[in-house]
């Protein structure tokens, strides 16, 4: 079984630009969640995707957003992009909300310039 | 607002040698994750504990929850190269059954042949 995937790796953007990454679940999983990890804010959750629904939300301001598709495909987009923003992107997925195992992507590298 | 402090931040250790990360929050946990990340890679869950003293293992690894929930540990038993990486505790911070996880900032850990 495959697991999660993520595209790009590795993304080079400039100040002002917006990016859009994407994540594929696992097979049969419903459920994706979205983090950012930052050396020194560590790995800070984004939001929850089941059901092409937004479940839940974390403390991002609205330059920050994501979708889910009904492959339950994710995609999450940065608009206006600061310096601030470089980090790696993680993405998990879960058969359902609540499920107590995560499957993690390798991630999305972003560096803003 | 609730935080994960894990100690210590880094660890070298010599292969075969014994070795403990801890975990701690000033608050009760209504379940604790732990997960190892390697450099380029997402995170592979080990395990998770929710019951006050509860305790699981997994081959060389062994994590524990204290009576109080505040307090977990992860020991690995005679050390290998292939436990190298980051060690992260994630924690569940209220009776809410939702992703808003909190984490430590992770221990990096090295493994010397």
């Known amino acids: 079984k495959a697991g999660v995937t993520q595209t790009p790796r590795y993304l080079i953007k400039t100040r002002g630009q917006q990016v859009t990454l994407s994540c594929s679940p696992i097979?049969?999983?419903?459920?994706v969640s979205w983090y950012q990890q930052t050396p020194g804010q560590g790995l800070q959750f984004l939001f929850e995707?089941?059901?092409?629904?937004?479940?839940n939300k974390g403390n991002f301001p609205g330059r920050f957003s994501g979708r889910q598709f009904s492959n339950s495909r994710s995609e999450m987009n940065v608009s206006t992009l600061e310096l601030g923003d470089s980090a790696l992107y993680l993405c998990?997925?879960?058969?359902?909300?609540?499920?107590?195992?995560?499957?993690f992507g390798p991630g999305t590298r972003l560096t803003v310039l | 607002s609730q935080e994960l402090e894990q100690s210590p931040q880094s660890l070298i250790v010599q292969e075969g040698k014994n070795l403990t990360i801890n975990c701690t929050s000033s608050?009760?946990?209504?379940?604790l994750y732990w997960y190892k990340q390697k450099y380029g890679e997402g995170l592979i869950f080990l395990m998770m504990?929710?019951?006050g003293g509860e305790e699981k293992s997994h081959e060389k690894i062994t994590a524990k929850l204290d009576e109080k929930k505040q307090q977990s540990s992860l020991h690995i038993t005679a050390s290998q190269p292939s436990h190298a990486g980051i060690y992260l505790c994630?924690?569940?911070?209220?009776?809410?059954?939702?992703?808003?996880?909190?984490w430590g900032l992770g221990t990096s850990l090295a493994v010397n042949p």
């Open positions: 608050k009760t946990l209504y379940g």
């Open positions: 995707y089941f059901s092409e629904t937004q479940r």
């Open positions: 994630g924690a569940v911070p209220n009776a809410g059954n939702n992703r808003k996880l909190i």
């Open positions: 097979s049969g999983h419903r459920s």
């Open positions: 998990a997925s879960s058969r359902a909300p609540g499920e107590v195992t995560q499957y």
């Open positions: 504990l929710q019951k």
